[in-house]
């Protein structure tokens, strides 16, 4: 008797599960992706072209709501820049910034297009800083988010 309880109980959950996988069902979105296409070196003092691709699937967005690149040198992220991207061509938005000083720059694209927010970072070495210098980025993703608010 308790095998077919049991049994009943599997088949009813199992029926509510799919019953319920059909309310709203439709395609789920196909995840925004950034791609940068910012050199990873640089000379001290040279403008340095900030630049990413930003696609949903095979479709260039040219429509993002937002794209900021939070530049910070390592083991400094508290005075980090946020800087405002503007859209070009096919889905790319750029920003020149300039590495003032030698040494190891983290580039965090925050960007929010189609109802997604996705921050991708990068390294960026600016001449031929003393691996001594370098503080590897374990600063949270969270602070940066509360920056961008202000």
Known sequence: MKKWIVLLL??????????????????????????????ETADPGEEVL??????????????????VF????????ENSEMLEATHTQDGIYEHSWTAEEEGLYFIQAHT?????????KMELTAGDPDPESIVPDDSEDSDAMEKMGH
Request: charged residues 25%.
């Open 10 to 39: 599997v088949l009813l959950l199992a029926a509510c599960g799919e019953e319920d996988s059909s309310v709203g069902a439709g395609e789920m979105p196909q995840e925004v992706k950034v791609e940068f296409n910012t050199e």
């Open 112 to 120: 929010t297009a189609r109802r997604m927010h996705v921050m991708p």
């Open 50 to 67: 900030l630049s990413a691709t930003i696609t949903q699937g095979t479709e260039a967005v040219e429509d993002a709501d937002e794209v």
């Open 70 to 77: 939070e530049v910070w040198q390592s083991g400094a992220r």
